[in-house]
C-alpha cells in the first residue's frame, strides 16, 4: 500500500476512535455509491453526519472548513443523497470535517468542523 494510501487510512481509523470518544455512533465508513464516496457516516444524537476525513502528516494544521473544495462539496452531497435513499434516511443532516496531522507515532492532532457547508 501506498505511503498517501496508509496515512489515509490511519487519519481515518483516528476519526473515528475521536467521533466515538465525543459519543457519536458510526454507521458506515468509506459508503460508495458508483465513484462517489463518503470517509465516515455516523450519527450525532439523531443527526446523520457525513465526515470528511483530511489527513496530513506535516507541521500544517490547516482549517477543516478550507479543506473542501466546491467539486468536493458537490460530491459529499451527492453520495448523502444516495446514502439518504438507500437507508430511507429523511431526517436532520450534517456534513463535517476532520483534519488530522500526524506529528509521529502515536502523535498527532484533530481539528473538528461541524456543519462546514453552512
Known amino acids: 500500500m501506498a505511503k498517501h494510501n496508509e496515512l489515509g487510512k490511519l487519519g481515518e481509523e483516528i476519526a473515528q476512535e475521536f467521533l466515538l470518544g465525543k459519543g457519536y455512533t458510526i454507521e458506515?465508513?468509506?459508503y460508495r455509491h458508483?465513484?462517489?464516496e463518503l470517509d465516515?457516516?455516523?450519527?450525532?444524537?439523531?443527526?446523520l453526519v457525513f465526515v470528511e476525513v483530511k489527513t496530513r502528516s506535516d507541521d500544517f494544521l490547516f482549517?477543516?472548513?478550507k479543506a473542501m473544495?466546491?467539486?468536493?462539496e458537490t460530491l459529499m452531497r451527492n453520495a448523502a443523497v444516495a446514502y439518504m435513499r438507500?437507508?430511507?434516511y429523511d431526517w436532520a443532516i450534517r456534513f463535517d470535517v476532520i483534519a488530522i496531522v500526524?506529528?509521529?507515532?502515536?502523535r498527532y492532532e484533530v481539528r473538528h468542523?461541524?456543519?462546514?457547508f453552512f
Not at 102 to 106: D, F, I
Open 113 to 116: 468542523g461541524e456543519d462546514v
Open 28 to 30: 458506515a465508513v468509506n
Open 34 to 36: 458508483r465513484r462517489l
Open 86 to 88: 438507500e437507508t430511507d
Open 40 to 47: 465516515i457516516v455516523a450519527k450525532d444524537g439523531e443527526t
Open 102 to 106: 500526524v506529528r509521529g507515532e502515536n
Open 63 to 65: 482549517d477543516p472548513e
Open 69 to 72: 473544495t466546491e467539486k468536493k
